[in-house]
């Protein structure tokens, strides 16, 4: 135990000497790195401050220019530190934008339950909005339209009639669907080049095929009276001397159902009824029921046979539905750039004006300088007149910059609303309070991989391979359309007849009546002695003690107990010998599937084009940017020394306005390759259909069970919903802005 606690001492001494040794440098260090962050700029140790529109500045933070200044001119773009670093904080998670594509079905009608008239009722279509939103006026203050660059995007995706008019194409389509399920044929729409399939399937057939199911029946009553010209054949006895009439009633009531499926058979059923009764004696029943019940069908063999071949248009109406969604999303990503690239041009517009109007103060302060020193002597008349022209030029040039703005706003003005000449709004002063930085990279890893992104999720590419589909389809359907029409039919019946008839008794001999020959003369006998003796033959009658009375009941059951059956079977071929129509329809079909085929190549390569440019412009101006912030930075450290040295006495006052001039000149050039930069950044967004998903705009609407369309989930749509990606691969990430350390 001692030998243990003599171990256990020097271990405790050596610990302490070891955190006395290097406790003092920890400390150090722990000081020294305090006090660099007390160091740290504002902009570096918090969150930066909210932007505010800079025609509403603090009077207390303007800075007063130092001596020498001619104007107070601030940095064009004040977005803080971020914007020279080419970073800013990642944008909070918003709820997506829903375009509510999926508010309307229109693929199945009203069912029949539980209200039996719903089929043959109209659906029922909203009257289309065509007021503006009601976030335009929650927006507007003071006679002001303080908006983001967000609030710009959704305002033009809830007004654009751009969009409202392109979100009809997919619920008629919807149409399509429902029509081609019935059997019939689609219509088409916008960016479809096949409507509908042109194979002659079935040629010979003159009833139009329908997948629903067909209920007829007929219920008619006649009641006629026939002049008889010849009573004893008609069965109403020996003629008058006046006209008889033959007197018929007759009761109709027929019910059949017929049907049409997909692999080309017919089906039928029918059960005809008829009651008539008449004033002849010829009929064995009077009145009488006659009824029969009857199935059969009909089968294509050849021509028309199989499922896909009877499924052929549903196929092509559900690929065009796909297509009007994608032509949708075109007509939204269209929307989308087209309203950056308004909110940028205005950014810069409104900016631009801020930056001639500091070039005005400037050279009226120098004409007005010029002019002092030509009244004392000291300056020539000539430096006085070419400082007039300076401000003349320089106020043409705010002249010009103050009507770029107001149509710029205006071209902003009419992207966001439906109608701009609302009272509300007419007057109404837009005010942008993004203001142009170099945004985080969002390009690709390579130019491969941004063509590979674009060949997956380009409209008009994916357009392009549905159109391809129905051209498969439509080569298929008239490959079949080639063969002969071979229709094999069957046909069973039974039939039933019943009525009421008379019951006779025992004949009675009711007397005599002389035999006759042709002329009508009594035929007589000779007999003994040569005595004529005429022929007698006695007439009998049956009396009619009674009634059998049948009727429908009676009908129904020979019917049901098959004691009249008929048995029917055909096969019938239509062979036609050159077939010239039906191979020109495939021949057709055919060269038509090449021609896309050429097409999507050709659409390929000028999505490569497409991107390729945009790639090269949004690399090129991203430099141009860095370019004209060192530009920009310069200007302002030369204009800043020859302040100095006219402090000294070393410059003129002319030396100071001209670099202060080149500093506003930079400063304008800064301006406009930030808002180049933006709006190129949305070009190579749109070049490889990712603008959608980049502005969080979802064509699903979220209010409902599931959020996404048919479509969305089949097809490779940009978009995002609850965060994750909707519809397409993720084939890439969006770098996340670095944060400033």
């Known amino acids: 135990m001692t030998a243990q ?16 040794r290097y406790a003092r440098p920890l400390v150090a260090t722990l000081l020294a790195l305090l006090i660099a962050i007390g160091n740290v700029p504002p902009a570096f140790a918090q969150n930066p401050p909210p932007k505010q529109d800079s025609t509403k500045q603090d009077p207390s933070q303007q800075q007063s220019p130092p001596p020498g200044t001619y104007g107070n001119i601030p940095p064009a773009s ?5 914007a020279a670093t080419g970073t800013a904080p990642p944008p909070a998670p918003a709820i997506p934008v829903s375009l509510g594509l999926s508010t309307h079905n229109f693929t199945h009608g009203p069912r029949a339950f539980p209200s039996l008239i719903a089929p043959y009722t109209p659906i029922e279509i909203d009257a289309p909005m065509l007021v503006n939103s009601p976030r335009i006026d929650q927006l507007i203050h003071d006679n002001k339209l303080q908006i983001t660059l967000q609030d710009a995007v959704e305002l033009a995706l809830e007004n654009s009639l751009d969009i409202a008019v392109a979100r009809y194409n997919p619920w008629i389509a919807d149409t399509d669907i429902l029509r081609t399920k019935a059997g019939g044929q689609g219509r088409g729409t916008p960016g479809a080049d096949f409507p509908t399939s042109q194979a002659s ?13 067909l209920i007829s029946t007929t219920t008619s009553i006649n009641s006629l009276t026939t002049p008889i010209n010849n009573p004893f054949l008609s069965g109403t006895g020996v003629g008058t001397s006046t006209l008889q009439g033959l007197h018929a009633h007759s009761t109709v009531f027929d019910a059949a159902y017929q049907q049409s499926f997909t692999p080309g058979t017919t089906i039928n059923v029918a059960w005809n009824n008829t009651r008539s009764s008449s004033t002849s004696g010829a009929n064995f029943f009077n009145p009488s029921v006659q009824s029969s019940l009857s199935a059969g069908f009909s089968q294509q063999l050849l021509n028309g046979f199989g499922y896909f071949i009877g499924r052929r248009n549903i196929l092509i109406a559900k690929n065009n539905r796909k297509i009007a969604d994608l032509v949708f999303v075109n007509q939204a990503i269209t929307t989308v750039t087209s309203a950056i690239t308004a909110y940028w041009e205005l950014v810069y517009a409104r900016e631009n004006v801020k930056v001639q109007q500091q070039a005005v103060a400037v050279s009226e302060k120098l004409f007005n300088d010029n002019k002092k020193q ?14 007039e022209s300076e401000v003349a030029s320089d106020r043409q040039n705010l002249i010009v910059a103050q009507t770029v703005q107001l149509q710029d706003e205006q071209v902003l003005k009419n992207a966001m609303t439906k109608n701009p000449l609302a009272a509300n709004l007419i007057n109404v002063e837009i ?37 391809l589909k129905n051209a498969g389809i439509e080569v298929r359907a008239t490959k079949n359309a080639l063969l002969p029409t071979l229709t094999l039919s ?140 060192k530009a920009r930075e310069l200007q302002r450290q030369t204009f800043e020394a020859e302040q100095k040295k006219y402090t000294l006495g070393a410059s003129t006052v002319y030396n100071v306005i001209l670099t202060q001039r080149d500093y506003v000149t930079a400063e304008g050039v800064e301006l406009r390759a930030l808002a180049d930069l933006n709006e190129a950044k949305a070009n190579f967004e749109r070049a490889v259909g990712r603008t959608l998903e980049v502005n969080r705009v979802t064509i699903a609407s979220t209010g409902t069970k599931s959020g996404l369309s048919e479509f969305e989930q089949e097809t490779l749509i ?18 996340t802005p670095p944060t400033n350390k």
């Not at 030509?374 to 400082?387: H, K, N, Q, S, Y």
């Not at 940009?718 to 770098?735: A, E, M, N």
């Open 78 to 82: 004040q977005a803080g530190p971020e």
């Open 490 to 629: 069957g046909q069973y019946s039974s039939s039933g007849l019943a009525g009421n008839s008379p019951i006779t008794g025992a004949p009675v001999v009711t007397g005599v009546i002389p035999v006759v020959d042709a002329n009508g003369n009594p035929i007589s006998i000779t007999g003994a002695g040569g005595v004529q003796t005429p022929i007698f033959q006695s007439s009998t009658n049956a009396p009619i003690i009674g009634t059998t009375q049948q009727g429908f009941g009676t009908a129904q059951n020979q019917i049901f107990t098959n004691q009249f059956p008929d048995y029917f079977a055909s096969l019938n071929l239509f062979l036609p010998l050159r077939n010239r129509s039906a191979q020109a329809d495939n021949a057709r079909a055919m060269l038509t599937q090449r021609q896309l085929e050429t097409q999507l190549q050709q659409l390929k390569n000028a999505a490569l084009l497409d991107v390729r440019n945009t790639y090269i412009a949004l690399e090129q101006d991203r430099a141009r940017v860095d370019a004209a912030i």
């Open 431 to 467: 005010i942008p309070t993004d203001l142009p930085t170099p945004p985080a990279a969002t390009e690709s890893a390579s130019f491969e991989d941004a063509i590979q992104e674009a060949f997956v999720k380009r409209p008009d590419l994916q357009e392009q391979v549905y159109n």
């Open 201 to 213: 399937i079935d040629p010979f057939n003159t009833i139009f095929p329908s997948f629903d199911p």
């Open 374 to 387: 030509l009244e004392i002597g000291t300056m020539a008349p000539l430096d006085v007149t070419r400082a």
């Open 718 to 735: 940009p978009g995002t919903l609850h965060g994750q990606v909707v519809g397409t691969d993720k084939i890439f990430s969006i770098p």
């Open 5 to 20: 606690r003599s171990a256990y001492r020097p271990t405790r001494k050596r610990i302490k000497e070891l955190s006395v």
